[in-house]
């Protein structure tokens, strides 16, 4: 009994580790940005010259009229202006980088106390087609080496996040960014409550135009 005992939780390990080897080695979805919503064989696959080539210039602007909400432990920061804009590094990759070269925030405020909001590491774009639960012409957006200060000009009480998931890309003739995802706090100084914070809001992608996310 001793023995089948030992064999079994045995076979449960064994188990356990195929699973994790399985989890750990799966294969991620080529990325690419296209021209056109083709969907070859039923894939959302960009084909030939619909595809956009490396080093394109992806340029998004917060939607006008729009509020880009921070919640952070030291108070909600409201935003009215903000932008991104990044390069990509290769037509199709797993997932598609693109070097940031530019986050910028403005006319940001908390209760009517002025708010500077500055990114001070740029960064890498990480782009990645949606596939599950079914395909789409969309994709989720990260950052990567990114770092965002939050400083409240009246206090000097000063923040630093590292953002991740910053929301997701939904493909058409002038694409969206729904801009949502969370902040994880990194340090401050001596008037910053530790704690982590998050934003959202919504970009309009002024370039490339038009554009959908494929394979």
Same mark, same amino acid.
């Given at each position: ?14 188990? !356990? ?8 080695? !799966?294969?991620?979805?080529e990325t690419a940005l296209c021209k056109q919503p083709t969907t070859p064989g039923g894939l959302p696959r960009? %084909? ?8 394109? +210039?992806?340029?998004? $602007? ?9 919640? *952070?432990?030291?108070?909600?920061? %409201? ?5 991104? %804009?990044?390069?990509? %590094? ?10 940031? &070269?530019?986050?910028?925030?403005? $006319?940001? $405020? ?7 909001? $500055? &990114?001070?590491?740029?960064? *890498? ?10 395909? &789409? ?11 965002? +200060? ?13 953002? @991740?998931?910053?929301? *997701?890309?939904?493909?058409?003739a002038m694409a969206t960014i729904d801009w949502a995802g969370p902040l994880t706090w990194t340090g401050g100084?001596? @008037? ?24």
């Amino acid at each position: 009994m001793k023995q089948l005992k030992i064999l079994g939780l045995a076979l449960v390990a064994a188990g !356990a580790l195929m699973a994790l080897v399985g989890a750990g080695t !799966a294969a991620a979805t080529e990325t690419a940005l296209c021209k056109q919503p083709t969907t070859p064989g039923g894939l959302p696959r960009c %084909e030939g010259n619909h595809l956009w080539p490396a080093n394109t +210039r992806i340029h998004s $602007e917060q939607e006008v009229g729009t509020i880009l909400m921070i919640p *952070t432990p030291n108070g909600v920061v %409201e935003c009215k202006k903000s932008t991104l %804009e990044a390069f990509t %590094e290769q037509a199709t990759w797993i997932p598609l980088g693109a070097n940031v &070269t530019a986050l910028t925030f403005g $006319e940001c $405020e908390d209760a009517g106390e002025p708010v500077d909001v $500055e &990114t001070i590491k740029k960064g *890498t774009l990480d782009i990645e087609i949606i596939d599950l639960p079914n395909w &789409t012409h969309n994709g989720t957006l990260t950052l990567t080496g990114t770092e965002i +200060r939050v400083k409240w000009t009246l206090t000097g009480d000063e923040c630093f996040y590292d953002p @991740g998931d910053i929301g *997701t890309l939904t493909g058409g003739a002038m694409a969206t960014i729904d801009w949502a995802g969370p902040l994880t706090w990194t340090g401050g100084n001596l @008037g910053c409550i530790p704690g982590n914070a998050s934003w959202n809001g919504f970009h309009t992608v002024t370039s490339p135009e038009p554009l959908w996310v494929s394979m």
